[in-house]
């Protein structure tokens, strides 16, 4: 690898950390710049899920404070970010490497639109469910999903964790953007154990993108309370919409 591409992978880990921990889109960062480098789908994907990993640790350490309080429901909501990654990870070992390349255009879209739409969407679902502490079945298969989802591709998996939160609990955003990032840290965690025993893994990246992201996993927590999500929303949005339009030519 040149020293700028290892530059241009550092600096993307850096920004994935940053906008994973405010936001939870980070991949959509990663990833494209991984294929503007030259490396396959597959290879690109579990190598970006392994370098994500310490990212999200450290922006979970940024939010333990708003975590004080909140064992038992990430205990109940864990389990199903845990269950939903060691399937999803399980699909993508399986599955063709085709199938991945073919759907990842279509994940991306799915993924921009959530950005885009979760605001809007949370706020006609808040006044039509009741709340409960940990959100009753509904929630917790809901999770299980967004898991299966992040352990096959994961990129804006913590936009819908965030989401499906903020519309079935009661609490305080950031409250529930640290619980976001548990349960994100979760679902890639086991998902790149899996990818290390099992799969093929580009050391230099995922360890470039390991060390960017722990950084801004920090730099999130420090100012995710103060930025505006709905910039940070515009500019993910855009970087995948043009991510899948170039997969999709």
């Known amino acids: 690898m040149q020293p700028l591409e290892a530059l241009a992978v550092f600096g993307a880990g850096l920004a994935a950390g940053t906008v994973n921990t405010v936001v939870g889109a980070g991949s959509l960062i990663t990833f494209p710049t991984l294929l503007a480098l030259g490396y396959p789908p597959v290879l690109a994907n579990v190598s970006n899920t392994v370098g994500v990993v310490p990212g999200a640790a450290s922006g979970t350490v940024a939010y333990r404070r708003e975590l004080a309080g909140q064992r038992q429901r990430i205990l109940v909501l864990g389990s199903a970010s845990l269950s939903g990654g060691v399937l999803g990870s399980a699909l993508l070992l399986a599955l063709p490497g085709s ?6 255009p279509v994940l991306i879209l799915v993924a921009c639109a959530l950005i885009l739409l979760q605001p809007r969407v949370s706020r006609w679902l808040v006044a039509r469910r009741p709340h409960r502490e940990h959100g ?5 298969v809901a999770v299980f999903a967004t898991g299966i989802y992040g352990g096959y591709f994961g990129a804006a998996q913590g936009v819908i964790l965030i989401a499906l939160l903020a519309t079935f609990l009661t609490d305080d955003l950031n409250r529930l953007n640290g619980t976001k990032n548990v349960l994100a840290l979760t679902a890639n965690g086991i998902s790149a154990v899996a990818f290390i025993l099992f799969a093929h893994i580009e050391w230099v990246v995922a360890g470039l993108i390991g060390a960017g992201a722990i950084i801004g996993g920090q730099v999130g927590g420090h100012f995710g309370r103060k930025l505006r999500p709905d910039v940070l929303r515009w500019v993910v949005a855009t970087v ?3 991510v899948a339009i170039a997969l999709l030519a």
């Open 99 to 104: 199938v991945f390349k073919r759907i990842v």
């Open 136 to 140: 009753g079945r509904v929630l917790w």
């Open 240 to 242: 995948g919409l043009g």
